[in-house]
């Protein structure tokens, strides 16, 4: 198997994954795209402009590949060098720079390989990287483990909706003790908060479907379901907008999105449980 990584000068990410393969005795070619690379890896963008993420501060580095995976960020590529594809689902393309990292997702992976995923994340903390994870509330034994060993600096809790519909939104039944669980032990991490978006519910399965937003009072009884589980009014929680050209759902694609001044009533609502809510800014 050949290995390629492309790499930007000075990139200490990209360094750390280069360390993580020659440990492994990997063999791979370099292509820094800001020096003797710079044409290979404009050829290879253009052949893989699909696969490659571009955010509004440009293409996040290292991005690896064996020819047939592409790998983007030092999250993905740690995670791909050490247990190939089963890790799928916990790691994405991140957006933080520097020390940190994100695009970890405790909840989008398969919890019988926790042990690969535990690995991975020593190996970034071993590294000096500080780390942001999400979750929906699913895998929690696996956030008391990340708990127990120190290994997150930052948890997110995309806590979906209200008991409900929380089976509705996710689009797989969900177990809700377990998502119970996870809330009090998020507030237990250095920095954490709670979010809610505002999405479209697909209400009643008919042709055609009947679909409307969360409603203010549903993102009302969401706050509470986070104040029933730690104790507390007092939690960071933002409230956010849906995005439709990030959905996937073709069912979602024909709604019209929310405005801020949509948000405001929902914020009314929720702050009868959670005092500190706020709005995402656009």
């Known amino acids: 198997m050949s290995y390629t990584i492309y790499t930007a000068t000075g990139c200490t990410r990209c360094k750390i994954v280069k360390q993580c393969m020659k440990e492994r005795g990997i063999d791979f070619v370099e292509q820094d795209m800001k ?3 710079k044409e290979a890896f404009r050829k290879f963008y253009s052949a893989n402009r699909k696969s490659i993420f571009r955010g509004p501060d440009g293409v ?4 690896l590949t064996d ?6 960020g030092i999250g993905t590529s740690i995670a791909f060098l050490h247990a190939g594809n089963k890790l799928d689902g916990f790691f994405g393309v991140g957006t933080l720079h ?3 990292v994100d695009g970890i997702y405790v909840s989008a992976g398969n919890p019988k390989y926790v042990t690969e995923f535990m690995e991975v994340l020593r190996y970034l903390k071993g590294n000096n990287m500080k780390l942001q994870l999400e979750t929906n509330g699913l895998n929690s034994n696996i956030l008391q483990q990340v708990l127990d060993e120190g290994l997150a600096d930052v948890v997110i809790m995309n806590v979906l909706g209200p008991r409900e519909l929380y ?3 996710l689009g797989q039944e969900v177990d809700m003790n377990e998502v119970e669980k996870t809330i009090p032990t998020v507030t237990k991490f250095p920095e954490y908060r709670f979010q809610t978006t505002v999405v479209p519910v697909i209400r009643q399965e008919s042709e055609p479907n009947e679909i409307s937003f969360l409603t ?3 993102i009302g009884e969401t706050a509470k379901l986070i104040a029933d589980g730690t104790g507390s009014m007092k939690n960071p929680y933002l409230i956010r907008l849906w995005n439709p050209k990030l959905t996937t759902d073709q069912r979602f694609k024909a709604v019209k999105a929310m405005s801020i001044n949509d948000m405001f009533s929902y914020r009314t609502s929720a702050r009868c449980h959670q005092v500190l ?4 800014k656009e």
């Open 60 to 63: 996040e580095f290292p991005i």
């Open 216 to 218: 203010a009072k549903e």
């Open 167 to 169: 089976s509705r939104i």
């Open 35 to 37: 020096a003797e690379g």
């Open 277 to 280: 809510t706020e709005i995402e």
């Open 67 to 72: 020819g047939s995976t592409i790998c983007q």
């Open 98 to 100: 520097k020390e940190w």
